[in-house]
């Protein structure tokens, strides 16, 4: 897990009423920003994180020394420019990159919220975020972006907020999870719950890391983020540094081996709570809940112009979920266009190489800014 | 686990050669038939069965009470007919049924094998069955019939004894195991061996069981045996016995119920280290592999005529695994049929009412049957 790291962070100066009822009392938000604010304001960019994601959108993760996780979309000459844009991530509330979650303290103990953290929503998450724009003075957004669980919020800020962006981008994303994407977020959770140094959800009290548990929730859910066709390409049944089959249960092919880094390396980095928390917000995802199921009326009077960008390799959140995001959208007279975008890598496609969408946000960032 | 019980089984007369060079010594195995051998032994079919599976076809399973597995497809006035068919279904090595595997005694020590049961293929498994052929006096087969790993068996069959059965079927079956195959088991038997119940394996004499490992490892397979379209119409986002959100980790959701209830009673029927050994032998099946990467090799002299049947939402061996075999066949110059059925209920199709499954495999043994 992390160490104490110095985020950048700050108070929120009132408590946050969650949509469990619960109060979080002024919670601590970490983030990140790039750039300068334009005196008029109008060229803020609030970025949203995905599931195992933070703050560290560009600039060198301090724990990790990995690149930000946008670096190839965020930073000079690219299509979100500090030179251009004032661009603002913050780590989501259930996060353990600084921001209020399940390892910070319990103002009410002094000790690890831990398994007392509430459970959020998605609603929470960007409420806490629009709670820092206000501590931060910025108003109307030039746009909001994000995806996977970052398009989620975006999509949610959008219906919470109908007015505060101009432009919404919404990437690889859902406005609900299906009942397959509970499913793998449950193998996962039980997978950590079922692993004894997870303490009943106190370890970190008792000085212990369920990491066994932890690493087979992330192997299985990186499993989503790749395509069929994408392990193939890149892992086929070839065999790990040895030439014949072990007989034996070591990590014969490469596929075996590259999953279990995936694993161990996650553990170094994230709190088993905190994944808790935030698999839970993202099952809970279902925008249109609250209108009766509705999705449409979710976006009733929205006045940004939206983007649904999807990949067709992506079975996690695919291509027909965006669709009917636009068809909401279309239906609630809201301006959205759409994009499917083509790549063997599944759901993680967003976070590699994709010049078509750095095209695709580059061109509609600017067409916004130019209205 | 499973109680003693008293199996049919045999014990076969000659040590078996497994393809890791090691010998099993003289291997029980456990089976059932049904019906009566023709005098000219000519109606005798053998079936495989899949993972989870086991010999009890028809009749109600002696630890669950549950009806066979293959019920629906084996009996009185079925297509696979007692009336008219001696129809034999041998547990595979490796199982936990009755014959040879971890939890059975190595007659080196008298204790469990536990994880020095050899690490088997699916080749191993399949010349165990044609020994006990042998011990039966059966010789060539009207038929082999098998789905998912009970169809690698059939085609394996067909492959190491290309004239011992008239007929093969293999429903819903790759001829390798894919990357993302090999990786969804590899993440059950991380779950399996990081749960400490395990005890590096010698979990039987120490009297515990991992059930926690091999719950997470089932939920994770059976995820893959069902559809996306399945999953989302049988439980969509539905909630459990409950009327809003909990907040909380409970399975608020059908779907996260169901899993749990999947977990929880395939705990009781399985042994873990019959999982891991089992899906070792599946990740490890390549037919092709011992013929230079070439499939068609592999049916070379094939006399048997062939179906092959997939399922269009089964995304765990999909239809394009089966045409890729039926290429290989045609190219050996065997007869092979292919058919690609329509069902919503993804890779374990097979296993439900499927009454066009029913209508091809009964129409395909008349005709081989009157040739």
């Not at 190839?72 to 990159?97: Q, T």
């Amino acid at each position: 897990m992390n160490q104490p790291f110095p985020h950048r962070s700050l108070r929120l100066p009132a408590d946050l009423r969650l949509d469990s009822g619960r109060i979080l009392p002024r919670p601590t938000i970490a983030y990140e920003t790039l750039g300068a604010l334009a005196p008029d304001g109008g060229n803020a960019i609030l970025l949203f994180h995905a599931l195992t994601g933070d703050q560290y959108v560009a600039r060198d993760h301090p724990l990790t020394g990995k690149p930000g996780w946008w670096a190839r979309m965020v930073g000079e000459g690219r299509p979100i420019d500090p030179a251009r844009h004032f661009i603002l991530c913050a780590n989501v509330i259930g996060g353990c990159m600084g921001s209020e979650g399940p390892a910070s303290p319990n103002p009410a103990t002094g000790r690890p919220w831990a398994i007392d953290f509430p459970v959020i929503t998605i609603a929470d998450m960007v409420r806490a975020q629009a709670a820092l724009l206000d501590s931060l003075g910025i108003g109307r957004l030039l746009a909001v972006i994000g995806g996977s669980m970052g398009g989620m919020q975006a999509l949610q800020f959008a219906s919470l907020y109908p007015d505060r962006a101009r432009a919404v981008i919404a990437i690889a994303t859902a406005a609900r999870h299906s009942a397959q994407n509970i499913a793998f977020h449950e193998v996962g959770r039980q997978a950590i719950m079922a692993d004894p140094d997870w303490c009943g959800g106190r370890f970190l009290e008792a000085g212990r890391t369920p990491s066994a548990g932890l690493a087979v929730a992330r192997m299985a859910a990186h499993i989503t983020y790749l395509s069929e066709a994408g392990l193939t390409e890149r892992f086929g049944r070839r065999l790990q540094e040895r030439d014949t089959l072990s007989f034996g249960f070591d990590a014969d092919f490469q596929v075996e081996s590259y999953l279990r880094h995936q694993g161990m390396s996650f553990v170094r980095r994230f709190d088993a709570n905190s994944y808790l928390v935030i698999t839970r917000a993202m099952d809970y995802f279902d925008l249109a809940e609250p209108h009766q199921g509705s999705l449409s009326a979710a976006f009733r009077g929205a006045s940004a112009r939206f983007a649904l960008v999807s990949y067709d390799s992506d079975w996690l959140y695919p291509t027909s979920e965006s669709k009917r995001i636009v068809q909401a959208l279309v239906a609630a007279g809201a301006h959205a266009s759409f994009v499917e975008l083509s790549s063997p890598h599944g759901h993680d496609s967003f976070l590699l190489d994709s010049p078509e969408l750095n095209r695709l946000v580059d061109g509609f960032l600017r067409a916004v800014e130019a209205a």
